[in-house]
């Protein structure tokens, strides 16, 4: 059953993981500071890097108190632990969080991450959908986020979420995803009646390409980006057409070629 309810069902659902052992997905509270920082020496150099955008050897205090103040309105998070048979929680597997960009507003800024031991085994996707569904019920319609270009993981689930991309001036990828096109079938909410997930997917040889080798994949940013410089560009044709009709006395726009332009933006 679907249930993104914050915070007040704390273990909402359980899955397993391929290797046999169970988690959990709950609302990430104000004292799960242990837990964070044992997420944070569970990521490879690269994982660390690929979350904040620089190398990173340790959260500094600042980082935990930041990230640690979830209110469940203005910053939500959730966290999934591996747990035993009796329902303790063993390690953290990874979180998952939105901020508002501005108090109260509607657009988020989301940034997730999961240990590398449990990386490509659904982890990702199930905190995902359950920030999701939270961030809808307290009135969030965005997700904005920023993904390093050689990060093919998060720009595999910002896919299956159907977030348009557009290239940054500084060679990263912004992701705008509306929430109402986001929660497809393709992201699993976990829970008790799911089956074990599948092991991680393995390259296999075929002679399909594989994802991210489909230029659909990587030609997105390219033609989202083409896309809004190209409408910015014909507003302006627009503008300076208007004006020169005007000037010339024109009856009408003048004869160019902003309407084709603008067809095939
Ligand atoms: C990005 C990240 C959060 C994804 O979490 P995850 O637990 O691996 O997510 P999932 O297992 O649910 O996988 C989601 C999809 O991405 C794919 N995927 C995951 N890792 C991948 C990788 N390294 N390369 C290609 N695809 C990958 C999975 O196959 C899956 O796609 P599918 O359902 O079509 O098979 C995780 O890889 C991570 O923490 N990376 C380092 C930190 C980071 O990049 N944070 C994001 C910054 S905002």
Known sequence: MLDGSYPD????????????????????????????????????????RLRFFIEKAALTPEDLERLS??????????????VDDRGRELEPLGFARCQRLTPGG?????????????????????????????????GIDRFWFEVLMENNGMRRLAQKIHSKAHW??????????????????????????????AAPPRPEPSRDWP????????????TETWRSDLATYLSLLEAANEDASHWLEWPGPLPLYGQVWRAAA
Request: charged fraction near 25%.
């Open 69 to 82: 103040q979830v209110d469940g309105k203005d910053h939500i998070a959730f966290v999934a632990i591996r």
């Open 168 to 197: 940054a001036d500084d060679g990263t990828l912004e992701y705008d995803c509306l929430l109402a096109d986001a929660l497809p079938e393709a992201l699993p909410v976990p829970s008790a009646d799911t089956p074990p997930l």
């Open 211 to 222: 994802w991210y080798l489909d230029p659909i994949f990587w030609m997105e940013p390219w």
């Open 106 to 138: 509607r657009v988020a800024e989301l940034s997730m991450v999961t240990v590398d031991r449990v990386q490509g085994m659904g982890v990702g996707s199930s905190l995902l959908s359950r920030l999701i569904l939270a961030a809808q019920r307290q």
């Open 9 to 48: 069902r704390p273990h909402a659902s359980t899955t397993q993981l391929a290797d046999g052992s169970t988690y959990v997905i709950r609302a990430s509270r104000p004292d799960d500071r242990d837990l964070l920082l044992r997420c944070f020496e569970a990521l490879s150099p690269r994982s660390r």
